[in-house]
């Protein structure tokens, strides 16, 4: 699984090569952020606690809370597809600095579901760098998460719809 996860690695990194040669393209033309928008992202995670990487999926839905569209609030569901199925669904706040790069911070819950009574408060942070084609968005994220037990770290292809 290491070796899948470097070669995830692999694949996202020129989008971060390539992002700094965009980075005054974007500059000179107006970006259009949607009120509501649709994601998923599809990667591999590593867990440093079971010192294994698995393949995961994050789908949200973000409504932008402001005119600006700096501040989003929206839900969002994680699942890990390794040998014990790690679940999280999570309230995501999300924050735009800048144009082209989302921060989202994402309180929640997390389980597993090969075992009853696991639920357990959660936390996720994800980066994610978007390069815009309309009301589609697609660019790397980078996220980290925790709970009591249980850290991993996200490597992943973004892609969004607005609406």
């Not at 999926?57 to 989003?72: C, D, E, N, P, R």
Request: a negative charge.
């Amino acid at each position: 699984m290491r070796k899948l996860f470097l070669l995830m690695l692999i694949i996202v990194c020129p989008f971060i090569i390539v992002a700094r040669e965009m980075h005054e393209y974007e500059h000179e033309h107006e970006h259009h952020h949607p009120e509501l928008e649709f994601g998923i992202s599809g990667g591999f995670v590593y867990n440093f606690t079971e010192k294994e990487a698995a393949p995961g999926m994050h789908i949200h839905v973000i409504k932008a809370l402001s005119k600006s569209h700096k501040f989003g609030l929206g839900m969002g569901y994680e699942a890990i597809f390794d040998e014990h199925k790690h679940n999280a669904a999570s309230l995501i706040i999300r924050y735009r600095p800048i144009d082209y790069i989302s921060i989202n911070i994402a309180p929640g819950i997390s389980w597993l579901s090969s075992e009853k009574n696991s639920a357990k408060p959660s936390m996720h942070i994800e980066g994610i760098y978007e390069w815009e084609f309309g009301n589609f968005h697609l660019g790397p994220m980078l996220g980290v998460a925790f709970n009591r037990e249980d850290v991993h770290a996200s490597l992943a292809l973004h892609f969004a719809w607005g609406f």
